[in-house]
């Protein structure tokens, strides 16, 4: 009797294929877990760069209110102190002439002497009130003009202090 040989019809490469296939498979996997996380972080930068835009804009916008409204106060308080040399000066020139008219009836050298040593003691007393007046003045211009200068380096005081050391 003859013995018959079964032959099976195998693929010599069918474990070369079935590897590299298993590779690619596994490649494209790794691709795409990569691909979305590379997602996550884009989307993360955008939404960072997005937040610190909108704090800029904000923080711009706040300078510039309070940088005009520090303007417009210093522009008051200068406005109060042109009104303050004005009625300095017209009372000054008033009180002059007021001294002319009563200097023109005085007939005694002593009195006109008199009138005139009350005049300039008058017109230093006004002077000293109106120099303390404008100081003042002039400090709260300036208070003024450095409010929003005095309040950026205290915030960025307070926003360095939320910083720990390494």
């Not at 884009?42 to 300078?63: C, I, L, M, P, S």
């Not at 009195?111 to 002077?127: C, F, G, R, S, V």
């Amino acid at each position: 009797m003859a013995t018959k040989k079964t032959t099976i019809n195998t693929d010599p490469f069918a474990p070369v294929r079935d590897t590299i296939l298993e590779a690619v498979n596994t490649a494209k996997a790794q691709q795409e877990k990569l691909a979305g996380a590379a997602q996550v972080e884009a989307d993360k930068a955008r939404a960072a760069a997005v937040e610190g835009f909108e704090q800029a804009v904000t923080a711009y916008r706040e300078n510039f209110e309070t940088a005009v409204s520090a303007t417009k106060a210093a522009a008051a308080n200068l406005n109060k102190i042109e009104e303050l040399t004005r009625a300095q000066a017209t009372e000054i020139a008033e009180d002059r002439v007021s001294a002319m008219f009563k200097a023109m009836s005085v007939t005694d050298p002593s009195e006109l002497m008199k009138l005139q040593a009350e005049l300039i003691t008058a017109e230093q007393k006004k002077a000293q009130a109106m120099a303390k007046e404008a100081v003042a003045l002039y400090q709260d211009v300036a208070k003024d003009l450095f409010a929003p200068i005095q309040a950026q380096v205290a915030k960025a005081f307070e926003t360095a202090s939320k910083f720990k050391a390494a």
